[in-house]
């Protein structure tokens, strides 16, 4: 046995006279995709603008110097340049780190001595020597070229030693706190 059930049409049931207009818009603005794109990635990509900004501090200068040659080079730290696609870490220094600074005082000292790099660098012609005097490494442990930076024939590490930027290296971190 059923039952039969007829529906009558009331006010709250019934649709507006131009309901398809305003179904479609309804469709459109309760759907997540909609808010996702109105809402969620331009805020998302300002967070991640921050984020970026936050964990990779820049100097008020560049940190681009040009060469002599007009080869173009990138330093990242106090002891480490970028030159042709090639990650060259000073092998006889050690400066303060600036992306995993474990206090504020050596990430104030990494800022200090990263433009100071690029302001030793800039312009000049450098002689690079491949390879760690000591150890004999050519390569770190983040696969980076071991190698001796000199300006004029004056080794850029030992520049920075001097003007209290930079320590000797002596095979492994010390902290800087």
Not at 10 to 25: H, L, V
Not at 38 to 56: D, Q
Not at 123 to 132: A, M, P
Request: aromatic residues 8%.
């Amino acid at each position: 046995m059923s039952d039969k059930l007829k529906v009558i049409p009331s006010e709250w049931t019934r649709p507006p006279a131009d309901s398809e207009k305003q179904r479609r818009q309804y469709r459109r603005y309760s759907s997540w995709r909609w808010h996702v794109q109105r809402w969620a990635l331009p805020v998302l990509g300002v967070a991640m603008c921050f984020l970026y900004l936050a964990v990779f501090p820049e100097p008020m200068e560049s940190a681009h110097a040009s060469l002599a040659n007009g080869q173009q080079l990138y330093v990242i730290d106090g002891d480490t340049i970028w030159l042709n696609r090639e990650k060259i870490r000073l092998a006889n220094i050690d400066t303060p780190e600036i992306g995993g600074a474990k206090c504020e005082s050596e990430l104030a000292r990494g800022l200090e001595a990263k433009p100071a790099l690029k302001r030793l660098l800039d312009g000049k012609e450098i002689q690079i020597t491949r390879g760690d005097p000591k150890t004999r490494r050519m390569i770190d442990q983040y696969g980076r070229t071991l190698a001796l930076v000199a300006v004029n024939g004056k080794d850029v590490g030992e520049t920075l030693i001097e003007r209290n930027l930079a320590r000797r290296w002596t095979g492994r971190r010390q902290p800087w706190c």
